[in-house]
Structures are given as C-alpha cells and as structure tokens.
C-alpha cells in the first residue's frame, strides 16, 4: 500500500506483488485482489500479471488497483489470492498475502471556537475600592456556538457590585447566559468588584459553551492583591483611642459653652 | 486677704470695669476660658447701667455681675432723670452690694459727662458711705472738651456732686488728656481703659502684697486722705536698660499720668511702687528719685515689690492741692452752662412769640 494511514475519502493504491518459492514452474495463475470491507474500490491500474510463474528470488509485480477509504477506524485490509497449477503434477494450488492495516482518521467536523480574553482597570486595588475586568469573547470560526455562559469565579472577600446588562443575578451570583453566538461574533461583558478584604483575591472567568459537537469550557485566571484601605489603619487602634479625644472634644465644647454663658447677658 | 468692691457705672464705667477684668484674666482675647482671674485680693466687680446694649457689649465681666437699671434705654445724658432713675432703683442696687460680703475698700468707677454714671456715681458713692464704714474711692474720666456742652457742665456738677457726696478721694483720668494714645477714637477709649486698668490692678497688689517694704491699704488712705481731694495715677515700665529712676520719674511726668498735672507744684501726697527683678531696683537711685519728689511736695510712701526677671515698672499715686486743669474745665464748663441757659431764654422768647399767634385762636378773618 503507499499509505498506512488516511483519512475518509482518500484514495489507497495497493500493488500485490508474487515469488514462486517453489521447485517447478507454477501454471495458470488467476488473482483475486480481495476487496476489504470499510473500502470502495476505485480502479484497476494493472491486471495484466503473467499465467506463469518460474522459481525466483525476486518479487513480480502482478496486479495493482485504487480503493477509497470509506470508513474510519484500524482496518486490516483483506488477503488477496493466488490460484495456480503446478507445472509436475497439474494440481490446482491457492496461496494468500499479507493483511497490511490502514489506519483511517475520522472525518474532521467543523465546529465553532470562542476566543476567551480578559483584562482588569487596575493592577492595585485597596480595600472598599472597585475593579472592573472586561471579559472579551469571540467566536473565531464560522461555525456558531450556542448555550454560551460566562461566569466570573471570585473569592469571598470580592463582591459583586455591577455589570454589563447582560448579566444576570442567579443565586446571588452573576452570570451571563446567551443562547447562541454566531460566526465570527465578537462581544464584551464588563464586571465590577468590590474589594472587601484585604490579600490575594481570585477571579477566574468561566466560559461554557457547545462547539456543535460538544461542549466546550475555558478558564482564564486572574489574581490580584488587595492592600490596605487609606483609612484602614484607623481600625487597628483600640476605641478608647478614639473616645479619648472625642470625650475631651466635647468636655472642652461644654466647657466653652458653660463659660459662653456665664458672660452672655 | 483684703476684700474690695470696685463697681462701675454707666457706659464709661462698665468698659473700664471689663478692661480690669479682661486684664485680670490675663489681656488675651480668649483669656476668659482658660484662665482664672489672678486678683491678688478677693475682687467683686459690679456694672451697673440703665442701657441694656452697653451691659450686654461687655465681654469679661459675667452676665451676675450686671445690673440692670430698666430705664429704656439709658438717661440721655440727663442728670436729673439719672438721680430720679438711682433714687427708684437704689435698693436693687445695694441689696445686689450687700450680697456680695464685706468689704474692706470700694472703687466706683465712672465719667462725669455722661448720664447714668455720672448721676449715679454721687448717689451710690453717698448711700454706701451711709450704710458701711470702708473707704470708698472714685475713679473718674472726664470728657474730651470738644465733646459738647451738655458734657462739659454734667463733668462740673457731677465732679461737686462726688466730693459732696462723702468719697475718701478722687482719681481723676482726663479723656482729652489721654487721648493721642490710640488712632481712632475707639482704639483711644479702649487704650485708656485698658491704662486705667493696668494701673488699677498694680494698685490693688500694690494694697494687698505680703513682701516687705510694701505699701498697703493704711498708707493709700493716709495718701488719699491729703490735698483737695482729687488725685491720679501715674505709671511707667522700663526697658531694663535704663536707669530705675528715669522709670520713676517718667511715672509721674506727664506721659505717665491719667491726668495732667505738675506734680512738683501741685502735688500733696504720694506713694510710689516699684515692682520687678531685684537687680533692676538700685535702692540708691531710688531714693534719690523719691527724696526729689518729697523735697518738693512732702511725704512720699514707697513700695517694693520683687518679681524675678522682670523689667521695672512703677506706679505713682499722687494727690493734688489744687489742680490748673480742673480749673480750666470749670471755666469751661461755666461757659457751656451759660451758652445752655442762653439757648434755654431763647427758647423761652420762642414760646412767647407762641402765646401771641395763640391771641388769633378761634378768630377768622374778616373781609
């Protein structure tokens, strides 16, 4: 065969080649190319193979025809036969060949491919700050895709604050749900966070969606660190800290008012 | 401790009065809320007047400490109405005195130009001489002679009035005396109230100190007691540089005094203190300031008061025999009298000229 390994549709030449290893001349040689099944014969290039066939330690090229591949899969091509006499005793003899095995591919199916991308506003955020991260799709094939969700993934001390209209609240979480997306489309959704606490803070955007084959999911990750609020430290001190202060503030206010008073006619 | 009264009538008074107790509290603006009032005595201030704006004007002194005499809204610089409105109001007044404690000294501190100090002050000065047995002193501020004529003859009468009514003396401060002391005409009052006051408050340490060589209340009395009843203040604050007694001698020239007088000729009896850091007060240069000044007008009572680190300041009492500037703000004062009484007999002519047009009432003419 020219080729161990096709795809549906191409054409296999196969050339059946034959040695009498025997002690006389073999007579009246007839041969049976053995079509496989999973195969559609094509053509015969060659048939004129010789009737006789004298002791050799070459190989005499006999007969050769086209096959196309028809179905995918290992496919262990069948024998094909030799009959033939022998040239002392007039006998009727049949020899087989080898089974070489073609490995088909299957038929490649065209199916659409979402394009995942995602930035942020910021590269640092404090705490009570907002980060927005623009999540951009596209469909780079012409094939559509459908049952497109688009779900960002975020760690607890991030909240959702707003987005795109296309998003949508379910459960208490954002998700954007579009039933089909068509060849060659392109779009962004926005998604506002809120960082509530401070350290590292994860948001993976999750994209689903059916190829027209199966379905398909892609994750982009994105970590980003939440520092300090500018007023956090004040939290960091005990109360009385700030009481302390506020308790002189007003007794010296309830002073200066008492003495107001006491030179207010 | 001694216990003094110093209360002060109508709009004149009450100002000098806040001006003490704002420098009591120490001079500063916001003085008054953090500070304690440092009189070296027990000190009760009382404001007495008739207008509730000029009480209500005061800053440092508490609104307890005002009293208000319901009379509209002053006498207009009406005497008589003033002694009428005191005579009406006099028991509020005294009682208001009376709860206060005992006394041992009292100042009354007015203008003899205005209206309800100047007829007060003569009235309060003769009912506390009445009721108690302390000296009573007065402080008076005479106008500044442009003022106008109806001034000029209520200083005549009331300064009369004050040393009939029984006062242990008079401090005269003259307004035209001191007045290039400020630019403006209220930066001139308030600068003078505010010398008035300074001096006022060295006067009561001066009376109530506890260091030797000291004067006190006893020789004050025997000062006030001499020349013709009137008196003022002198004062004056070196640099440190100068001698102790330039300072003395400055205290009772005229850039010192409240009121212009040549002490050398018209003094009776003065007392000088002398207050500041020990190396500033050369006993001899003190003395011989102080022998000049007794050589000239007789006994003199001095004072020494040591303060550490500050610059020489003295004060100078000084009672008067006879006085050139009293006598030229009576001839004054005549002259307004007289101008008043003329305008009066004119008015008097005009109401003539009325009686005969009223010999047409009732008459038509005829024709």
């Known amino acids: 065969m020219d080729k161990s390994s096709v795809n549906i549709g191409d054409t296999i030449r196969v050339t059946i080649k034959a040695r009498n290893t025997g002690s006389g001349t073999a007579n009246r040689i007839t041969i049976d190319p053995g079509i496989s099944p999973g195969f559609t014969f094509k053509s015969s290039i060659y048939t004129t193979y010789p009737s006789e066939l004298a002791v050799s330690t070459t190989y005499t090229q006999m007969y050769i025809y086209e096959v196309e591949a028809a179905k995918s899969g290992s496919i262990q091509l069948s024998p094909a036969t030799a009959t033939y006499s022998s040239s002392f005793f007039g006998d009727d003899y049949t020899s087989s060949s080898t089974r070489p095995t073609v490995t088909v591919a299957e038929e490649q199916v065209e199916t659409s491919d979402l394009e995942l991308t995602v930035s942020q506003d910021k590269t640092k955020i404090k705490r009570n700050e907002k980060i927005t991260y623009t999540v951009y799709v596209r469909n780079v094939k012409d094939v559509p895709a459908s049952t497109i969700k688009i779900t960002p993934v975020f760690s607890n001390n991030l909240t959702y604050v707003s987005g795109s209209e296309e998003v949508d609240i379910i459960n208490d979480k954002p998700i954007i749900q579009i039933s089909n997306y068509g060849a060659r489309y392109e779009d962004e959704y926005k998604f506002t966070f809120k960082a509530e606490g401070v350290g590292a803070s994860n948001l993976t955007v999750k994209l689903t969606y059916n190829n027209g084959v199966e379905d398909i999911t892609k994750e982009v990750p994105s970590v980003i660190y939440v520092e300090e609020g500018k007023y956090d430290y004040l939290s960091e001190y005990p109360i009385y800290v700030y009481l302390t202060p506020i308790l002189i503030i007003v007794a010296i206010a309830g002073w200066l008012y008492w003495r107001s008073n006491q030179f207010r006619m | ?367």
């Open chain 2, 1 to 367: 401790m001694l216990n003094i009264l110093m209360v002060g009538t109508g709009q004149c008074g009450n100002r000098i009065l806040d001006s003490i107790n704002r420098e009591a509290f120490g001079g500063g603006k916001f003085s008054k809320y953090y500070s304690r009032q440092k009189f070296p005595s027990r000190v009760e201030t009382i404001a007495v007047n008739t207008a509730i704006n000029d009480l209500k004007e005061l800053r440092y002194t508490k609104a307890k400490d005002r009293i208000h005499i319901p009379n509209l809204h002053g006498v207009g610089a009406n005497r008589m109405v003033g002694k009428q409105c005191f005579n009406d109001n006099k028991d509020l007044i005294m009682r208001t005195i009376s709860e206060r404690g005992d006394f041992d000294v009292a100042f009354v501190i007015t203008s003899s130009s205005g209206g309800t100090g100047s007829s007060f002050s003569p009235l309060l000065i003769k009912e506390l001489k009445a009721r108690y047995d302390f000296p009573v002193y007065s402080i008076v501020v005479l106008p500044f002679r442009e003022e106008g004529s109806i001034y000029l003859q209520n200083s005549a009468f009331c300064l009369k009035e004050m040393r009939d009514s029984g006062t242990d003396g008079i401090i005269l401060a003259d307004n035209q005396f001191l007045k290039d002391v400020g630019g403006d005409i209220q930066s001139a009052y308030d600068g003078i109230n505010t010398m008035v006051a300074e001096r006022m408050l060295f006067l009561l340490e001066a009376l109530d100190s506890e260091m030797m060589m000291v004067t006190d209340l006893g020789d004050f009395k025997t000062v006030m007691s001499g020349g013709a009843g009137f008196a003022t203040i002198g004062y004056s604050k070196g640099d440190g540089k100068s001698p102790v007694r330039s300072v003395i001698h400055d205290s009772f020239s005229p850039k010192g005094l409240l009121f212009s007088s040549n002490v050398f000729e018209e003094g009776s009896r003065a007392m000088i203190i002398l207050r500041g850091d020990r190396k500033y007060l050369n006993i001899d240069d003190i003395s011989g300031e102080i022998d000049k000044l007794s050589s000239h007008i007789g006994h003199v009572f001095k004072g020494v008061i040591i303060r550490s680190g500050e610059a020489p300041r003295v004060l100078s009492v000084l009672t008067l025999e006879t006085t050139a500037e009293l006598e030229n703000l009576y001839t004054l004062a005549v002259e307004a009298i007289q101008m008043e009484k003329e305008k009066r007999d004119r008015m008097a002519l005009r109401k003539e000229a009325d009686a005969t047009f009223s010999k047409i009432e009732g008459l038509e003419p005829q024709y």
